[in-house]
């Protein structure tokens, strides 16, 4: 991997997402040596991917170059690989580029789709977890619409016209939200020749409400907002599988739909070589301790998503929201720091700023410590957050200003089929 060798312990930290990179950003002027290492070459920022699948912003407005964040910091280096597995008791790791030594390792690889073991899902529904794949379902959303305009068959094109989001959780509610609006602002105009309002869009949600994890008052208004959109909500409902054509459930509801997105759950990314007794808890993840070292292994770490850090408060471990992660970073870089200092760690403690989610133009649910409020101004405060967050300046303006464009023309220009989605449409005729 050509990293020279340094006097400075080696850290290696293992993703670039939410935790990786607040945990780089604290160890910089530091006295060690950093290798950061990420299969892709950019961070997402995931909580806008769904206005990427909608056309609402373009890929690199929420997508910002790994290298940039580590201008200026001595001793840092990025390598882009894909690590493949850890080998804990030689201290490293192999990946698609090589293998190398660590002194300490820190796994922030994140979470995944997970499909339950379904495999009829997984290979004919459709992921949102990054940006190729929501610029696929950007494609396959427009592709449905240009073969609609093909068919004479009204059962074929109602299917091709249908959406079907499995999940009612912030991923859900936020994506079925979009598409509504698309339905009602854009289709008509784009697609003159075609009845657009035939367009169905249905959220499943297997719980007995929406967004689980808010308050109740936030679930029921994120619901009305959605039926008020003219999304069909369906709750108590659980998807059993998908052929690509129709969707099954355990009851006898059925959908005929050639767009179906499953935000039905994550698992953590995993990575080979963390064994024994203890270590994988539920869902995949890496159960660690207060101060986020893996259960077994002292020299390694795990933050964000990937980790499980089971509380009196979070039994299961933090929620997989970008905050854990973000604090979980800042503090295990003041941890290490005292680490090689022979200093006691100082223990994690959440704090839980509040959840979130928009449901569409000036609907949004907002739960703050305490307070709860829906509607506008809740959307201006979800639009502040996320520009807040967002990672780069030029990133904040070129979304800032996407935003105040779509507003005023109700319009989303990034409907565009720049990398087409191969899908067989032969399976929708009769
Ligand atoms: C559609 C969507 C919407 C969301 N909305 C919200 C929201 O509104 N609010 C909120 O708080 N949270 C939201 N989240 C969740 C939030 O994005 C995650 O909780 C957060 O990104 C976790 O941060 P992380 O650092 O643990 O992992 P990530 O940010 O996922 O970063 C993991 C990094 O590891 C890299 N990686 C993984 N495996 C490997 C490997 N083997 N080798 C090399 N590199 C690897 C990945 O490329 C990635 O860069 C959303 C997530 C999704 C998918």
């Known amino acids: 991997m050509n990293i020279p060798l340094s006097s400075y312990p080696r850290i290696v930290i293992i993703g670039g997402g939410f935790g990786g990179i607040s945990l780089a950003k604290k160890l910089s002027k530091k006295e060690v040596q950093v290798v950061l290492i990420d299969k892709n070459n950019y961070h997402t920022f995931q909580p806008l991917l769904y206005q990427v699948s909608t056309g609402g912003l373009e890929p690199d407005s929420i997508a910002y170059p790994l290298r940039k964040v580590l201008i200026g910091y001595d001793n840092f280096y990025f390598r882009l690989a894909e690590v493949e597995n850890i080998d804990p008791f030689s201290k490293k790791i192999n990946t698609s580029i090589g293998e190398l030594n660590y002194d300490y390792l820190v796994v922030a690889t994140g979470s995944e789709t997970n499909f339950f073991g379904n495999k009829e899902i997984e290979q004919n529904a459709m992921s949102m977890k990054s940006i190729p794949q929501s610029l696929n379902l950007r494609s396959l959303i427009l592709e449905n619409f240009e073969q609609a305009l093909l068919t004479d068959d009204y059962h074929e094109r109602d299917a091709l016209m249908n959406f079907v989001i499995v999940g009612g959780g912030p991923t859900g509610v936020e994506l079925a939200g979009a598409l509504a609006e698309i339905k009602k602002g854009i289709l008509p105009k784009d697609y003159p020749d075609l009845d657009t309002?035939?367009?169905?869009?249905?959220?499943?949600?297997?719980?007995?409400?929406?967004?689980?994890?808010?308050?109740?008052?936030?679930?029921?208004?994120?619901?009305?907002?959605?039926?008020?959109?003219?999304?069909?909500?369906?709750?108590?409902?659980?998807?059993?599988?998908?052929?690509?054509?129709?969707?099954?459930?355990?009851?006898?509801?059925?959908?005929?739909?050639?767009?179906?997105?499953?935000?039905?759950?994550?698992?953590?990314?995993?990575?080979?070589?963390?064994?024994?007794?203890?270590?994988?808890?539920?869902?995949?993840?890496?159960?660690?301790?207060?101060?986020?070292?893996?259960?077994?292994?002292?020299?390694?770490?795990?933050?964000?998503?990937?980790?499980?850090?089971?509380?009196?408060?979070?039994?299961?471990?933090?929620?997989?929201?970008?905050?854990?992660?973000?604090?979980?970073?800042?503090?295990?870089?003041?941890?290490?720091?005292?680490?090689?200092?022979?200093?006691?760690?100082?223990?994690?403690?959440?704090?839980?700023?509040?959840?979130?989610?928009?449901?569409?133009?000036?609907?949004?649910?907002?739960?703050?410590?305490?307070?709860?409020?829906?509607?506008?101004?809740?959307?201006?405060?979800?639009?502040?957050?996320?520009?807040?967050?967002?990672?780069?300046?030029?990133?904040?303006?070129?979304?800032?200003?996407?935003?105040?464009?779509?507003?005023?023309?109700?319009?989303?220009?990034?409907?565009?089929?720049?990398?087409?989605?191969?899908?067989?449409?032969?399976?929708?005729?009769?």
């Not at 909500?233 to 509801?253: A, I």
């Not at 159960?287 to 998503?305: H, L, S």
Request: with cysteine; glycine share 10%.
């Open 197 to 430: 309002r035939r367009a169905q869009i249905n959220i499943v949600q297997g719980g007995d409400c929406l967004l689980p994890g808010f308050s109740a008052q936030a679930s029921k208004k994120a619901e009305d907002f959605l039926e008020k959109l003219g999304v069909q909500v369906w709750k108590g409902v659980r998807v059993t599988g998908y052929n690509g054509k129709t969707v099954t459930t355990k009851t006898e509801l059925k959908f005929e739909a050639a767009t179906v997105v499953w935000a039905a759950g994550v698992k953590g990314a995993g990575i080979k070589g963390l064994e024994g007794e203890g270590v994988i808890a539920g869902g995949n993840r890496l159960n660690v301790n207060e101060f986020n070292q893996v259960i077994g292994y002292p020299e390694i770490f795990a933050i964000g998503d990937i980790a499980c850090m089971t509380t009196k408060e979070n039994p299961y471990g933090h929620p997989m929201v970008a905050q854990p992660a973000i604090q979980q970073g800042k503090l295990l870089g003041q941890n290490l720091t005292k680490l090689l200092e022979h200093k006691p760690m100082e223990p994690f403690v959440y704090n839980d700023k509040g959840s979130m989610a928009t449901v569409g133009r000036n609907k949004a649910v907002c739960d703050i410590k305490g307070y709860r409020f829906q509607g506008v101004f809740a959307w201006f405060v979800w639009m502040f957050v996320h520009l807040f967050f967002l990672i780069g300046f030029r990133n904040r303006m070129v979304v800032f200003v996407n935003w105040v464009y779509n507003y005023i023309r109700f319009d989303r220009e990034a409907r565009l089929i720049i990398r087409p989605f191969k899908r067989d449409y032969s399976q929708f005729k009769d």
